[in-house]
Structures are given as structure tokens and as C-alpha cells.
T-cell receptor
Framework: QQQVKQSPQSLIVQKGGISIINCAYE??????FPWYQQFPGKGPALLIAIRPDVSEKKEGRFTISFNKSAKQFSLHIMDSQPGDSATYFC?????????????FGSGTQLTVLP | ETGVTQTPRHLVMGMTNKKSLKCEQH?????MYWYKQSAKKPLELMFV???????ENNSVPSRFSPECPNSSHLFLHLHTLQPEDSALYLCASSHPSLDTQYFGPGTRLTVL
């Protein structure tokens, strides 16, 4: 059972455009929602994260919008650049036993055309 | 740099081979993780170690055997793997009470 659903699977955007990636979750016990960015040959790296008591968080060109009632959150990349081309994963933290566990979405491969 | 290193970066093995993946973190963290990453699928958590103790084993087949001799090193021992085990294996570490995991670059495993 996939607990975090991510769409689209791939996204092509022109330079300067807005990239939008959407995620939905099922488990209401999730309490922290990070986004990871992964370049080819590298491991995922934390990009930005939000807690469910906040509806929006912005860091530079990256913004997370969070809708707790709909159990949805999204990543917006403003003024997208070719260097943003990477795979983006949404994720959600919950507690399992004594450990914090991270559940990932399936990823979105973003290509920004020059 | 994330401070998490993995060796080897690429590994090709036959189904009857035995090999090991190594992960080392230089971040002073006490929690370490193994993930499996397959194309177009979510990262799958395999094992979790907190303070060298295994706290999670997400129904991983016994042909994968983790070892955590200290809080800086993590191994994944592989034996009699199947072709469907071919994937990118990622190691990560974190402080147990902080919600940020730092990933290594992964080992690309191909099972023939």
C-alpha cells in the first residue's frame, strides 16, 4: 500500500516557468513533510520541509503548499532553471515503535529546458 | 558533501556470489538506514539501526543481512540474490531525534 502518492511521474518545463509537483497522503499520523532532490549519481538531499500546522513555506524559489484537511501538499519551483533538472521526492515522517520512519513518494523527474 | 560515503559505487554479481556493501558516516549521527531504490518506485526502507541496535526490518528477505558494528559504519551482506534485487541501494544517517536524513550516493547493484 503506497501511503504517499506523487504526481506527475515526469514533468517538462521551460526555463523561467513554474514547476508544480503534487503529493497526497493517507496516514493522518504523519507529522513532518520533507521534499528531497536527487541528481543523477547522487543520493537524495533535503530541499525543503514543512510541518502540518503551517499552510505554506517558502525558501528562495521553492515553496511548499500544505492542505491538511485534504491531506495534500505540493512543491512549487518558481523561475525554474536547467540546474533544477533532477528527480524530486515528497516524503512524510511518522513514528513506528521507537523510531521515526520516512515514507517516500514515487518521485517526479523534472526536466527544465533551456 | 553529505558526509555519508558508500562503497562500492557499482557492483555486478552472479546469483551465487556473496558480496557486501559498506556505508560510513562522518556526521556523528546515531541512526543509520538502508534503502532500496528501484526505477519509478518509492524508496523502500529496508533496515534501521539506532545506536547500533536494529530497530526495523521491513520484511526484507534473509538474503540481505545487515551489520552495524558501530554508529559510524553499516554493512549490507548479500548472498544468493535474485535478478529482481538489482537496484540502487542507499545508505542514510540521522540524529535519532531530528527529522533529517542524510543520504550517501548509493551502490548500483546488478544481479545477473
Amino acid at each position: 500500500q503506497q501511503q504517499v502518492k506523487q504526481s506527475p511521474q515526469s514533468l517538462i518545463v521551460q526555463k523561467g516557468g513554474i514547476s508544480i509537483i503534487n503529493c497526497a497522503y493517507e496516514n493522518t499520523a504523519f507529522d513532518y513533510f520533507p521534499w528531497y532532490q536527487q541528481f543523477p549519481g547522487k543520493g537524495p538531499a533535503l530541499l525543503i520541509a514543512i510541518r502540518p500546522d503551517v499552510s505554506e513555506k517558502k525558501e528562495g524559489r521553492f515553496t511548499i503548499s500544505f492542505n491538511k484537511s485534504a491531506k495534500q501538499f505540493s512543491l512549487h519551483i518558481m523561475d525554474s532553471q536547467p540546474g533544477d533538472s533532477a528527480t524530486y521526492f515528497c516524503a512524510a515522517y511518522g513514528t513506528s515503535g521507537s523510531a521515526r520512519q520516512l515514507t517516500f513518494g514515487s518521485g517526479t523527474q523534472l526536466t527544465v529546458l533551456p | 558533501e553529505t558526509g555519508v560515503t558508500q562503497t562500492p559505487r557499482h557492483l555486478v554479481m552472479g546469483m551465487t556470489n556473496k558480496k557486501s556493501l559498506k556505508c560510513e558516516q562522518h556526521l556523528g549521527h546515531n541512526a543509520m538506514y538502508w534503502y532500496k531504490q528501484s526505477a519509478k518506485k518509492p524508496l523502500e526502507l529496508m533496515f534501521v539501526y539506532n545506536f547500533k541496535e536494529q530497530t526495523e526490518n521491513n520484511s526484507v528477505p534473509s538474503r540481505f543481512s545487515p551489520e552495524c558494528p558501530n554508529s559510524s559504519h553499516l554493512f549490507l551482506h548479500l548472498h544468493t540474490l535474485q535478478p529482481e534485487d538489482s537496484a540502487l541501494y542507499l545508505c542514510a544517517s540521522s540524529h535519532p531525534s531530528l527529522d533529517t536524513q542524510y543520504f550517501g550516493p548509493g551502490t548500483r547493484l546488478t544481479v545477473l
